[in-house]
């Protein structure tokens, strides 16, 4: 089941991936996909940040690429256009013109940094311990108003939070228990991403929870919440990677999350879609 689908895969528009959509489509026809999304890193207007995202200027390119792809192998993979787009208040009305006006079929939520009201990117986290609960509270926060924002078919590693913790102190818990109840309560998908097993637990030898989270997961595996998985490819290589596959499925037993069908959710996600006017 791991290499059905994959919604979650970005390009070297964003700086920190390599290849294009040809590359990663023509590795996952290869291996068997039947769903290929792509989701590269969300270009905003008036943000530069190198090599965390790709520069608002190619938006235009990359939409005639995917369209390209998706024209020459719509006999062999569905394929579908995203973005994984950080939720900010800011960014709304930009995030629902490319859904309804720019061919876009569905964005993901990667909160990796937020933004204020002039549109300068932040970051949550911090290794610093006794400054952490400030971000932690703006994250969840964040993931909260974007799981309730309708926007988003899923939340990417919505554990991110977990990368500088070194201990599961009531606070994880707490947020922990926000975030899955928001998404049972609003019905949007929990992703666990697969990409993140690919990060170093141990560093300056502090060991740190990371994502995906083993208690994240566990948690979220006791209710009802809807889970997905994301490769978050970077490199069209790690399409083929049993490690990561396997890495995956021990995770996905060791915690005891049931995944839900992709299609289900997509489903859902387009009617939703329709009944914000958006689709
Ligand atoms: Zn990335
Ligand atoms: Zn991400």
């Not at 970005?10 to 959509?21: N, P, W």
């Not at 905003?44 to 965390?52: A, K, N, W």
């Not at 629902?96 to 933004?115: T, V």
């Not at 915690?255 to 299609?263: A, R």
């Amino acid at each position: 089941m791991l290499n059905e689908y994959v919604f979650h895969s970005h390009t070297f528009r964003c700086g920190h991936a390599v290849k294009d959509i040809e590359d990663y489509v023509t590795e996952a026809i290869k291996h068997g996909y039947k769903k290929y999304g792509v989701s590269d890193h969300v270009f905003l207007p008036g943000v530069i940040q190198e090599r965390v995202r790709g520069d608002y200027s190619l938006l235009g390119e990359y939409i005639d690429e995917f369209k390209r792809c998706k024209a020459l192998y719509e006999n062999q993979i569905e394929m579908y256009l995203g973005f994984e787009a950080e939720w900010s208040p800011y960014y709304k009305k930009y995030y629902e013109s490319l859904l309804r006006d720019r061919g876009f079929d569905y964005l993901i939520c990667g909160q990796h940094c937020g933004f204020n009201k002039d549109f300068e990117p932040f970051w949550y986290m911090t290794y610093e311990l006794d400054k952490q609960e400030q971000g932690l509270l703006r994250y969840r926060d964040d993931i909260i108003e974007g799981i309730k924002s309708g926007l988003y078919l899923y939340i990417a590693h919505p554990d991110l939070f977990f990368m500088c913790c070194t201990e599961v102190t009531p606070i994880y818990a707490q947020i922990t228990k926000e975030i899955i109840e928001t998404a049972i309560e609003y019905n949007v998908a929990l992703e666990v991403n697969i990409h993140g097993i690919l990060r170093e637990k141990i560093k300056n030898g502090i060991r740190y929870e990371e994502y995906p989270s083993d208690y994240f997961w566990t948690q979220a595996a006791k209710t009802k919440v809807k889970i997905v998985y994301g490769g978050d490819f970077h490199n069209p290589e790690e399409i083929v990677r049993d490690d990561l596959a396997q890495a995956a499925e021990d995770l996905i037993k060791r915690t005891g999350v049931h995944l839900t069908d992709i299609s289900l959710i997509y489903d859902e996600y387009q009617e939703r879609l329709k009944k914000l006017k958006i689709k």
